[in-house]
Nanobody, 126 residues
């Protein structure tokens, strides 16, 4: 069983920063990509950012480009999301996702990921 455990969420004022972490544990498995999605109340889950494990290419939603940075620690099977210049509209539950299948593309699609964390709340006050 593969588990993804997020941490680092919380309450922050607009303009502030938070750093989310997601660690994969359990059955040994190779991740080919990991990503972050978020879901605000009453809205559908949306893509935030993703990173390929091989090569480290990164992908971002337009709404977070220039403000968020995704990175990884291969040795620890951990992915991070550094969030700067936070806005109230960034408020959501943030989910970590992992892809155990080997293929390229579709990094912004939730069905392209095999494993999900339980989510961590990020609240940005105005």
């Amino acid at each position: 069983q593969v588990q993804l455990v997020e941490s680092g969420g919380g309450l922050v004022q607009a303009g502030g920063s938070l750093r989310l972490s997601c660690a994969a544990s359990g059955r040994t498995i190779k991740m080919y990509a990991m990503g972050w999605f978020r879901q605000a109340p009453g809205k559908e889950r949306e893509f935030v950012a993703a990173i390929r494990w091989i090569g480290g290419s990164t992908y971002y939603a337009d709404s977070v480009k220039g403000r968020f940075t995704i990175s990884r620690d291969n040795a620890k099977n951990t992915v991070f999301l550094q969030m700067n210049s936070l806005k109230p509209e960034d408020t959501a539950v943030y989910y970590c996702a992992g892809r155990g299948r080997f293929y390229f593309g579709d990094y912004d699609l939730s069905h392209a990921y095999d494993y999900w964390g339980q989510g961590t709340q990020v609240t940005v006050s105005s």
